[in-house]
Structures are given as structure tokens and as C-alpha cells.
């Protein structure tokens, strides 16, 4: 397993986020690959992460999920992949201290690349649907909470996510009503639900 971090659209790079790419095995019988293993991600991420909770979801094409994150006391890191299909994943920098506070970056996510995202503790997540449908599954180190969930707006203009919609044919993404009425990160601020 390799990891790379990831940049923004200005080039600047953010602690946290990584690319995970999988050592992949392939033959004429078909491939296949580690992709998780406790060691190697810790130590790669130089942390000593737990994961608490497996999600799956399904996706139609130009549906867009989030931007989520959870709040403490029982925030929640996410390693993403996409098993099925394709979607472009974003990760926003929700740290006020940090020198990246509201930046994004963002990446394909494919059955064929079989990359994963590491999204950790401190950064809101989304993804658009690119392909006709997506099943996407990740770890999350926290368990669900209904209380501590928050959402950002997936269009704030203070984030400026430069989401594939065009590429896709769309010009709005299809929304689950709680996303689709999201504050933005600056109600978020004044309301002191970020880390």
C-alpha cells in the first residue's frame, strides 16, 4: 500500500487527507488485494487508528452525499473506496486553527483505480456520484451518532468546490433534503460546530 497527500486546486497541500493505493495482484484468473490491514495503515497514517463501524451505501449517478462530520466527543475518521462504479470524493479542512481551514481537495474514487480515501478526524466528507451508480464502502473510528452529525452545504461559496457536474451533464446534483437545506460553513462558525 502507498499513500499520497493530496493537494488543493491552488497546489497547496493539507495535513490529514491521503491517498491510499492498494499493491495490486492480477492474472488471468482476476486480481486481488489487501485492503485493509491494521499495521500498515497506522503506519502509514502514524497514528494508532480503531475502526468501530462498516457503511455501504448505493448511489445513482449525479447524487451528491454530504459534506458530513461529526462532532466530539465521538467524532469519526473515514477510509473510503468505491466497489462499484465511480465517484469524485472531497475531504474540507474544519480545523479553525489550521493554516488549510476551509480548504478541500478532492479525488476519483473507482472500481477500476481501487484507491481509497483516508478522511480523518476534523474534516467534513461528500462525494458526487460520476457513474451510473456507486457502491461505496467505508470504515468509520466512530459510531454513528444522530445528535452529533452536522452538514455543510455542499455549494458554499466559501469553500468553492469545484464539483464535476459538467463532466457529468448536470448542472445541480440530486440531494437528500438535510443536505439540500445544509448551513454554510459560517453559520457552522457562529454556532461553535467545528473542531
Known amino acids: 500500500m502507498k499513500s499520497t497527500s ?17 499493491t495490486i495482484f492480477e492474472d ?9 490491514n491494521y499495521k500498515k495503515f497506522n ?22 452525499r454530504g459534506l458530513h462530520y461529526q462532532l466530539h466527543p465521538e467524532p469519526q475518521g473515514k477510509l473510503v473506496r468505491c466497489v462499484s462504479g465511480e465517484i ?28 481509497q480515501l483516508w478522511i480523518p478526524v476534523g474534516f467534513a466528507h461528500g462525494f458526487l456520484t460520476i457513474s451510473e451508480y456507486a457502491e461505496v464502502l467505508y470504515k468509520a473510528s466512530g ?28 448542472t445541480l446534483p440530486l440531494l437528500a433534503e438535510k443536505d439540500a437545506k445544509a448551513p454554510q460553513l459560517i453559520n457552522l462558525e457562529e454556532k461553535k460546530e467545528l473542531f
Open 6 to 22: 493530496l493537494k488543493t486546486i491552488s497546489g497547496n497541500s493539507i495535513t490529514g487527507p491521503l491517498l491510499l493505493k492498494p
Open 28 to 36: 488471468n484468473r482476476g486480481f486481488f488485494f489487501e485492503s485493509w
Open 43 to 64: 503506519k502509514i497514517t502514524n497514528t494508532e487508528i480503531n475502526f468501530y463501524q462498516d457503511n455501504h451505501s448505493n448511489s445513482t449517478k449525479g447524487v451528491l
Open 88 to 115: 469524485f470524493d472531497v475531504a474540507v479542512d474544519i480545523r479553525q486553527e489550521s493554516s488549510t481551514y476551509g480548504k478541500w481537495v478532492g479525488c476519483y474514487l473507482s472500481s477500476e483505480n481501487k484507491n
Open 143 to 170: 459510531y454513528w451518532n444522530n445528535s452529533l452529525e452536522r452538514s455543510i452545504v455542499w455549494n458554499d461559496p466559501k469553500i468553492q468546490i469545484e464539483w464535476p457536474l459538467e463532466k457529468i451533464g448536470l
